[in-house]
């Protein structure tokens, strides 16, 4: 006989939380999900609707409501249109959290995500040893034999996907090659540590150079404490909530150990879950406090430098004209300003309210041409592991955004977030655009006069 299944044990979603929606819909336009299936249970109010009722007793957490909790994107667009300000990625998270526990998954489900959230994501060193070997597969060039063979077309389309995805000329993992401590350019205003994200060190080391270089002339000494781990942002969406305490305490001990004046990061998911963690641990009596502090000094790179009194005007001129071209980052000649554009990743905009000072300091720099994004507050589809465990629908996303971006036909696509530049960066090689998609941190260093960012 199969035992009913409510909420049960540690993060059980908070019922005032789920209280605060008044129904009143307005977040409706504002989800992707909804907008796709126009079902009230895919919109924010039908899965809040959802949790209330598996809190009531009235509906169990069965299979169909698991199902929704993980159709939402977790964009948090609509804690953005809420009149009411409910937190719907926090009360999604830990839905999804009860529904891991306490649901029954198949013994494949169980081992996938325990191997990746359980056992890699809680480690960086380990999602370290995968990157090489992915290295391994470009430079050995097998990778081209591989997409030469034609294999690739026996697999399903998700596969195809996630060999096409990850980006050709894959570096060393920054944390193994950056020092711990790097002094200011001049003289020093602050002392800064840097939170170096998994993805971002992995991925796109050179950004994280770029954000480094930005900091220090701008009078900041960058600390880099290279133990750090995850910020817990990809446990918090895939149900593994419950183990983000611990990374949380972990970093917040390392970097007290620094004594720095701020926590940057480059990184849109990061800097949402670092603020996190005094919400996170708030009623932990050793590190309630402790957490308040370290959340308070934590600020994405665009909100710092666009506030930072010494951040030094951008010199722009030829340079940035440089870092046009298809995807590759070729140089071209242009006899025209740079175009260039900015898609604002989720958990920047509706996670921290981050819009204006990204495209403050875009505009600020001299001889561009600066054009808005339509629906640039829209999801791109990427949402963590979403592309991968709901591709048609990240896809389908991904479309609406490839949409606006050939109306703008920008030069540069630029964005603050890896799984953004990711996602960005395959939408732009599937329609063979004549457009680059870089991170705000390159660019804005490359018109410093860096070549860091090409
Ligand atoms: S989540 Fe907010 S916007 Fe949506 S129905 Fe509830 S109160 Fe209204
Ligand atoms: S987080 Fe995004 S996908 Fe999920 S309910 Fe809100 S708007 Fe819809």
Known sequence: MNRAVHFQGVDVPDYEKVLNCMRCGMCLPHCPTYSLTRIERSSPRGRIALIRAVADGRLELTQGVEKELYFCLDCRACESACPAGVHVGYLIEAGRSQAERCRPHSFLDRAIKNLLFNYLFVYTPRLERIAFLMRLYQKTGLRKVVQKSGILSLFPAVFRFMEEFTPDGMELPLRRLVAEEIPA??????????????????????????????????????????????????????????????????????????????????????????????????????????????????????????????????????????????????????????????????????????????????????????????ESDWCCGSAGVYNITHYETSMKILDRKMDNIEKVAPDLLVTANPGCLLQLQYGVKKRNLDTRVCHITELLSTAQGNTIGR
């Open 185 to 374: 350019q001049g003289e020093e205003k602050a002392r800064v540590g840097f939170f170096l994200g998994c993805m971002m060190s992995i991925f796109f080391g050179r950004c994280c150079r770029a954000t480094i270089d930005l900091l220090t002339r701008s009078g900041c000494r960058v600390v880099i404490p290279k133990a750090v781990l995850c910020c817990g942002a990809p446990l918090a969406s895939e149900g593994y909530r419950h183990r983000v305490p611990d990374l949380a305490r972990f970093n917040i001990d390392l970097f007290e150990k620094q004594n720095v004046d701020y926590i940057v990061t480059d990184c849109a998911a990061c800097g949402c879950s670092l603020k996190e963690y005094r919400e996170l641990l708030k009623d932990n009596p050793q590190y309630a406090e402790r957490a308040e502090h370290f959340s308070a000094k934590v600020r994405d790179i665009s909100e710092f430098l666009a506030s930072w009194p010494h951040y030094p005007k951008p010199v722009g001129g030829q340079m940035p004209e440089k870092m046009a071209g298809r995807g590759s980052g070729d140089g071209r000649n242009l006899n025209r300003p740079l175009r260039i554009t900015y898609d604002q990743p989720c958990h920047l905009q509706h996670a921290q309210g981050i819009s204006k000072q990204p495209h403050s300091l875009l505009k600020a720099i001299p001889g561009i041409e600066f054009v808005d994004l339509p």
